[in-house]
């Protein structure tokens, strides 16, 4: 029962911190107030405060600077890639449930997104994407592989919407698979061409303003994503 008061106490105090940081307008970078201050504003002990702090600083909603003081974190998406790569990690090398199950939420958020961009990207817009599809295509044919570029590219897509947490969560999912796939030594596409002729349909579909077509292009291309995954934990390829 101790522990368990101990933890309510502690998560008590965590909302309060960040319920302080919310009141008082604080942005990323500003200093927070000492640990004396949140003492007399919580009405905790120094020690509890300290908890509170580490544990907020694990989320990246804090950032305790030895010798400075604590400010408020840039409360990125480290936490939820660091926990997502830990959980398709424990499970067994021969299972990619855990990796497909990351491949199909990406895969939903952006057939959804590509609806949203497919009537409204503007022809400069599209030539980026192409000049992109071309750079593929060039390292396609000489069997090359393009993991950055395939990033910039879903990148690119959907920046004319102009939500800042859309390529902070597909970000988040592309660090996850990479990882991913450097810790089980999974090897890189061998046939490069075919991703960059993946891009290619998106990118046709995209110029005809083809929502479906653009949508099923995307799904294709995670599908082919999804079925390399399994073959290279089955050690096939």
Known sequence: MRRMSEETG????RREVVQLILDRRLRAGAPLPTETELMEDLGVSRNSVREALKALQALDIVEI??????????ASLTPLVDGLTFRTLSRPDDDTDALAEILQVREVLEEGLIRRVTATLSEAELDRLES????????????RSFAELDREFHELLYASLGNAFVPQLLGAFWTVFRRVAG?????????????ARRHRDILTALRARDVEGAQRAMADHFRGIEARAAEESRGVG
């Open 132 to 143: 992109v599809v071309a750079r593929m295509e060039t390292a396609g044919r000489a069997g």
């Open 183 to 195: 810790a089980r030594d999974w090897t890189d596409d061998p046939a490069p061409a075919v991703t």
């Open 65 to 74: 600077r030895h010798g400075y003081g604590t400010y408020v974190g840039r």
């Open 10 to 13: 502690n998560s008590r105090i």
